[in-house]
Nanobody
Framework: QVQLVESGGGLVQPGGSLRLTCAAS????????MGWYRQAPGKQREFVAL???????LYADAVKGRFTISKDNANYTLYLQMNSLKPEDTAVYYC???????????WGQGIQVTVSS
């Protein structure tokens, strides 16, 4: 089993910054990707950013240039640096880890990010 715990969310004013952290623990195995997703009230969960095993990164168009995904390889901690935050970034943010051997797809419990003046 794999456990993912997010931290770093909260309330921030438009234009501000937050850094989310996702700590992975347990039988992690061979990680193929780690990423961030978000779900706003009344909407479906959507992709935010992805970091694949080779180090490549992918971003949703809505966050490109403002958000940066990174990982501490020593302890499987994933980060999401969020700058120039907008009210439309308000959502519950979820960490995801996908692995092989055995195949698994894991989610954190989610953390609230609210962008409001």
């Amino acid at each position: 089993q794999v456990q993912l715990v997010e931290s770093g969310g909260g309330l921030v004013q438009p234009g501000g910054s937050l850094r989310l952290t996702c700590a992975a623990s347990g039988s992690i195995g061979k990680v193929t990707s780690m990423g961030w997703y978000r779900q706003a009230p009344g909407k479906q969960r959507e992709f935010v950013a992805l970091l694949v095993g080779g180090g490549a990164t992918l971003y949703a168009d809505a966050v490109k240039g403002r958000f940066t995904i990174s990982k501490d390889n020593a302890n499987y901690t994933l980060y999401l640096q969020m700058n120039s935050l907008k009210p439309e970034d308000t959502a519950v943010y979820y960490c995801n880890l996908a692995r092989l051997g055995p195949v698994g797809d894991y989610w954190g419990q989610g953390i609230q990010v609210t962008v409001s003046s």
